[in-house]
């Protein structure tokens, strides 16, 4: 959670400069700032859902894993009351890090 308000305040900082030297009529020093900054959040972003994915998959090997944590009887009556939609959100939220696809393939075996 720390390196996310750092990297959000990074960003910002990266954001204000970038508009200072745009203001200053640095074009170009402004768009290399603000494109750097771009491709650094890009590679940090990928580190981190990387890492939730293995943390995640640490804990539950296989998609019958996650199913087994699941209240299997909440879900069915969320999916076939509320629809499919309401049922991934209630599975991810339920498991957090659950990836989407997943959560949805659970919700369709239910």
């Given at each position: 959670?720390?390196?996310v308000v750092v990297m959000w305040i990074v960003g910002l900082i990266a954001l204000l400069v970038g508009i200072l030297l745009v203001v200053s009529g640095n074009h170009l020093i402004a768009g290399c700032v603000l494109l750097?900054?771009?491709v650094v959040d890009s590679v940090v972003s990928s580190v981190r859902r990387?890492?939730?994915h293995a943390e995640f998959r640490e804990r539950f090997p296989?998609?019958?894993?996650?199913?087994l944590?699941?209240?299997?009887?909440?879900?069915?009556?969320?999916?076939?009351?509320?629809g499919k939609v309401q049922a991934v959100r209630q599975v991810r939220r339920d498991v957090p890090g659950t990836p989407l696809v997943e959560a949805a393939n659970l919700v369709d075996k239910l």
């Amino acid at each position: 959670m720390l390196n996310v308000v750092v990297m959000w305040i990074v960003g910002l900082i990266a954001l204000l400069v970038g508009i200072l030297l745009v203001v200053s009529g640095n074009h170009l020093i402004a768009g290399c700032v603000l494109l750097a900054w771009t491709v650094v959040d890009s590679v940090v972003s990928s580190v981190r859902r990387r890492k939730i994915h293995a943390e995640f998959r640490e804990r539950f090997p296989t998609s019958d894993d996650v199913a087994l944590s699941l209240d299997r009887e909440k879900i069915r009556r969320l999916r076939d009351d509320e629809g499919k939609v309401q049922a991934v959100r209630q599975v991810r939220r339920d498991v957090p890090g659950t990836p989407l696809v997943e959560a949805a393939n659970l919700v369709d075996k239910l």
